[in-house]
């Protein structure tokens, strides 16, 4: 057991940066060093388990912004059937989703909604990005408006391409996914998760924040009933 | 509005005036027919007649183009046109109409202003919403004149011939393309 402790002693940048500031008479107390020491241990025996469990239910975000969103729609019907592997329910919110498939040309407008709704995934968050035109801008490619490859703007897990890439390809980056999640460690994982920015919503047609906008009318609107 | 084209001098004669084109003149609006674009028939008309031209083809039940199928604009270096498609659903009629915009100089080539047609159809105003984002014609008293289809912040109008597609962390591969 003193063996598992001392080889992830180091592991996660909590213990790192917390060593110093823990003076030595608390050493052998409760600290954060102890607490990530026992997360350490912990996760390499409950991972495997937990990762099973996870693998074979991720629930993907319904987001399909061109023609592999029809292929898309086509894995989860019964010809396919994305749902012998845990993965049929389509959800329409980030908050409850795990994964985010990528179907279609991502544009420059687009772009930004995207980063969002990755952001308002919860961690642990796949990405597999499908298509040609999410690995490369595919033949879009020279258009102005186009992002060139989705992993300009996310971190993709798996790349799928294909234009569109058949449902059978779609299953089978599905499987990688899975296969990656099983290999997964939850401190590893915990120390490499993506750091959460404040989001701040903008009007798409004027770029003002939604905040003063809705000032602005709160304001009107009191001008309005203080003039009846 | 009468000018003639440089690029083809065969041409020098001018067509007849078609239907639509009588029809105006009969209403004293002047216009040039142009050659047909797929067998509907293509008239120049000028700025000032553009509005009481559109609103006669509307209203009146001789012509009854009450359909505004699209707008759109075209970069010819020199000018800017705005092109009109209208249909009439009870002739089974179709017209196109230009108008050609001169370019106002060539350091401030942003400045090819036409008066809005949303405020009496109100089809035009997404049409023209895009013709002002992708070509850049300023449409003057349009009720709501934003980008449509680009994001608030982008630079410049995409179809222009001018146009220099920007290059930064999103867009860099293939730096010898025609861009």
Same mark, same amino acid.
């Given at each position: 057991m003193s063996e598992l402790l001392n080889n992830d002693l180091n592991s996660t940048d909590l213990a790192r940066e917390n060593a110093a500031l823990i003076s030595p008479e608390l050493a052998d107390t409760v600290t954060l060093t102890s607490i990530d020491k026992a997360i350490n241990m912990l996760s390499q025996i409950v991972s495997p388990i937990a990762n099973l469990a996870r693998s074979n239910s991720v629930w993907p975000l319904t987001?399909? %912004?061109? +023609?592999c969103a029809i292929e898309m729609m086509c894995v989860g @019907?019964?010809?396919? $059937?994305?749902s012998r592997f845990g993965s049929e329910v389509f959800r329409a919110t980030p908050r409850q989703a795990d994964l985010i498939i990528t179907a279609g040309t991502i544009t420059r407008k687009m772009a930004s909604a995207l980063i969002t709704l990755y952001e308002q995934l919860p961690e642990p968050k796949y990405v597999i990005a499908m298509g040609a035109c999410t690995i %490369? #801008?595919? @033949?879009?490619? $020279?258009?102005?408006? =186009? =992002?060139? #490859?989705v992993d300009r703007i996310i971190p993709v897990d798996v790349y799928l391409p294909g234009c569109p890439p058949r449902p059978e390809a779609i299953l089978d980056a599905l499987l990688k996914l899975q296969q990656k999640i099983r290999t997964e460690n939850y401190a590893k994982r915990r120390v490499q998760a993506y750091q959460q920015r404040p989001v701040c919503y903008v009007d798409y $047609? +004027? #770029?003002?924040p939604l905040e003063d906008l809705l000032a602005m009318a709160m304001e009107d609107t009191s001008l309005a009933l203080d003039q009846k | 509005m009468s000018q003639t084209d440089t690029n083809k001098p065969n041409e020098t004669k001018e067509m007849e005036l078609g239907k639509f084109g009588k029809f105006l003149k009969d209403n004293g609006i002047d216009s040039t027919r142009k050659d047909d674009s797929i067998n509907v028939e293509t008239i120049v008309i000028s700025v000032k007649d553009l509005e009481p031209a559109l609103r006669l083809l509307k209203t009146s039940s001789e012509t009854k183009l009450n359909m505004l199928l699209t707008i759109s604009g075209v970069d010819y270096t020199d000018r800017i046109d705005s092109i009109y498609h209208l249909w009439s659903y009870d002739h089974n009629d179709a017209l196109v109409i230009k108008v050609e915009l001169p370019k106002q100089s060539q350091a401030n080539t942003d400045t090819v202003n036409l008066t809005s047609i949303a405020n009496f159809w109100s089809a035009a105003n997404w049409h023209e919403r895009e013709t002002y984002d992708l070509v850049g014609i300023r449409y003057l008293r349009h009720p709501y004149l934003r980008r449509i289809l680009n994001p608030w912040d982008w630079e410049g109008h995409p179809l222009r011939r001018d146009y220099k597609q920007l290059v930064d962390a999103l867009n860099d591969k293939n730096p010898h393309s025609f861009r």
């Open positions: 987001f399909g %912004t061109s +023609c @019907m019964s010809a396919f $059937d994305i %490369t #801008g595919g @033949m879009f490619n $020279d258009s102005y408006s =186009v =992002v060139q #490859g $047609d +004027c #770029g003002r | -």
